[in-house]
């Protein structure tokens, strides 16, 4: 919570100074992204993923692209990079607001990995719940034990209804039996 509050703060000072320019863009790369906030971001998302949102949130000012990366960076603990990507959010989109608990935030990751399940963007989806489950989120490890047996993968599968059981979520354990009867 205290790292949203400080987000929303300096994302709040910046939108006072901020004009509906990318202040972010640097002019001497094509990306508008360089460095270390790069790096972050693709050692985190991956290539492909990565890449397509650091795209987006250079080539449209009203993408949801920067909210994306402040909730996952945010998700992974990256807090500098968390800092930035709000402020960023905030410039591209005035309504934005972060969420205000690790609750929101994991609400919000399990809706955009809704959103990409239903467009059949599955290693984003899985990205997403993949970062909530870390933070030991029962329904985004459930929806993870889900995936991985409709891919027929159904060691990954158990391992993921064990830890939505572990994390809470009622019926992880009867789904990782099913399973393991059927291997057996």
């Known amino acids: 919570m205290e790292v949203y509050n400080e987000a929303a703060a300096f994302a709040t000072k910046v939108l006072r100074a901020a004009t509906r320019s990318r202040p972010w863009k640097n002019e001497n790369d094509s990306s508008d992204f360089t460095g270390a906030r790069r790096e972050h971001t693709i ?19 009203t993408s949801d692209a920067p909210a994306k990366l402040a909730l996952l960076h945010h998700l992974h603990g990256n807090v500098d ?48 719940l993949s970062l909530a489950a870390d933070k030991e989120d029962a329904l985004a490890a459930f929806r993870l034990g889900i995936m991985a047996e409709s891919e027929a993968d159904t060691t990954e599968a158990i391992a993921w209804y064990k830890k939505a059981a572990a994390f809470g979520h009622p019926d992880g354990d009867q789904c990782a039996y099913r399973l393991w009867r059927t291997l057996h």
């Open 43 to 61: 050692e985190l998302l991956g290539e492909e993923y990565g890449m397509r949102l650091l795209r987006e949130a250079s080539e449209t000012q």
């Open 81 to 128: 990079d968390v800092r930035f990507w709000t402020s960023v959010a905030a410039v591209a989109n005035l309504d934005y607001a972060p969420p205000a608990s690790i609750q929101e935030a994991l609400e919000e990751a399990r809706k955009y990995a809704l959103g990409y399940q239903r467009a059949q963007d599955f290693a984003a989806a899985r990205i997403y």
